[in-house]
């Protein structure tokens, strides 16, 4: 429900956001989203899974992993923010509307070492909490951005509402793990050694993290170098309307994805066959998505954002086909953890990453936004498709998702194995 809601605000609230600034002034609020994000991964280090696994498998020393999982993404978060601080005073001119901008958003870094919350409510199955924090968060600055609105804010004041949503939501997390745990927030059971071995471990996790963020958002903070705020705002309305159905197939593997681990063991043949019949789905899911986005973008997108973004539905007929490569992205990433090779995502995500970038190099000064639409389809295909043929162990799954592309021709075949799985889960 908290997703859902999530879409329906960055629908709703988006749309009235960015009429209401204009793609100049839009762009340059979601420039500045795109590099705190990119920077708040300086601070992920890795910890989830691993600080998951260690408050199941070691509950007497759950305040011990809390507490230094915390100062451990309190240390990121205080490095990430000042790293942010160097580069504002560096390409900004000081007390300029783009310098306070980057400032009070980048105050969003600091919401990410209570995350560390979420974990253990993941560990003790109460997911709940954790999106009720999420939607007191989101809500709460939903109204507060129409208000905004209504009174003729400035940008910089938007930006502080992304910050806000954030540490929020950290706030609300506090009060529910301090009446719903004996957890305590104190630094005194701060472990040395217990975090030295998560960073140890956690490493080749964290540089995956930075690689993925880098490659899914350094695409608008080039545009804002390379080209102008303008361009960002385009780019980013239709990227925005793009990237919203990236839930779906997170949702389709999640709930298949035990399953599948229980048929990797039992039946090799079968397994692979499912894995086979989701990829069909996924592609006959995004396919049929991308190709009507693609015929409705231009209308779509002056109806929704104004004359102001017409620019934007060329962005969405391009930027809408990397759907395909995320829906297969979110079944390959659940493949990587069943057959244990924790590798390829690292590879994978930074194969993407630098092909994002030198693709924004290259096609940013001839085509602009259009340039960055292409530079994202292109690098996701790359690291999540075309890359995979080079190694053995990862071609088998290139040959599925190749196979998945020509889905239409088998759609009796599909369906038919689809129900068949849908019963099985049953």
């Not at 997911?127 to 999420?134: D, N």
């Not at 989101?138 to 209504?150: E, F, N, P, S, W």
């Not at 007929?317 to 057959?339: G, N």
Request: proline share 2%.
């Amino acid at each position: 429900m908290e997703k859902v809601l999530r879409i329906f605000a960055a629908l709703f609230v988006g749309i009235m956001v960015s009429r209401y600034l204009g793609p100049e002034k839009f762009g340059q609020l979601s420039y500045t989203i795109s590099l705190v994000t990119i920077l708040a991964m300086l601070c992920h280090l890795g910890l989830e899974g691993l600080t998951v696994r260690h408050f199941v498998k070691f509950p007497e020393s759950t305040q011990e992993t809390f507490s230094t999982a915390i100062l451990l993404k309190l240390f990121g978060a205080i490095f990430a923010y000042s790293v942010l601080l160097v580069f504002v005073f560096l390409t900004e001119q000081v007390n300029s509307p783009s310098f306070w901008l980057l400032i009070v958003a980048g105050l969003y870094i600091f919401a990410e070492p209570i995350l560390v919350s979420c974990f253990w409510f993941e560990s003790q199955v109460q997911g709940k909490y954790t999106a009720i924090a999420k939607t007191i968060g989101l809500l709460t600055v939903a109204i507060i951005k129409l208000g905004l609105i209504a009174a003729g804010a400035s940008v910089v004041v938007f930006g502080a509402a992304f910050a806000l949503e954030a540490l929020l939501s950290a706030v609300a997390l506090v009060i529910l793990i301090i009446k719903r745990s004996s957890l305590s927030y104190s630094a005194k059971f701060y472990n040395a050694g217990l975090a030295k071995t998560l960073m140890s471990q956690g490493w080749m996790v964290m540089f995956g993290a930075i690689f993925a963020a880098i490659y899914r958002k350094i695409d608008q903070t080039m545009l804002m170098w390379m080209d102008s705020a303008a361009e960002v705002g385009i780019y980013a309305v239709g990227a925005q309307i793009s990237e919203i159905w990236g839930f779906i197939p997170v949702a389709i593997v999640a709930s298949l994805f035990p399953s599948l681990i229980k048929m990797k063991d039992r039946d090799e043949k079968c397994y692979q066959q499912r894995l086979q019949q989701i990829f069909d789905f996924l592609a006959l899911l995004s396919m049929g998505l991308a190709i009507v986005l693609s015929v409705i973008a231009e209308p779509l997108i002056l109806l929704l954002f104004g004359e102001q973004y017409a620019g934007a539905g060329y962005v969405l007929q391009i930027h809408i086909w990397s759907c395909v490569f995320v829906f297969y992205r979110a079944l390959f990433s659940k493949w990587i953890h069943i057959e244990q090779v924790l590798m390829f995502s690292l590879i994978t995500q930074g194969i993407g990453a630098l092909a994002n970038v030198a693709l924004n190099l290259w096609l940013i000064p001839l085509y602009g936004a259009l340039g960055a639409a292409w530079a994202t389809l292109l690098s996701y295909g790359s690291a999540s498709f075309l890359c995979l043929v080079v190694h053995n162990k990862t071609r088998v799954v290139f040959w599925m998702m190749l196979k998945a592309f020509f889905v239409w021709p088998r759609l009796p075949w599909v369906a038919r194995g689809f129900y068949q799985l849908i019963r099985a889960e049953k």
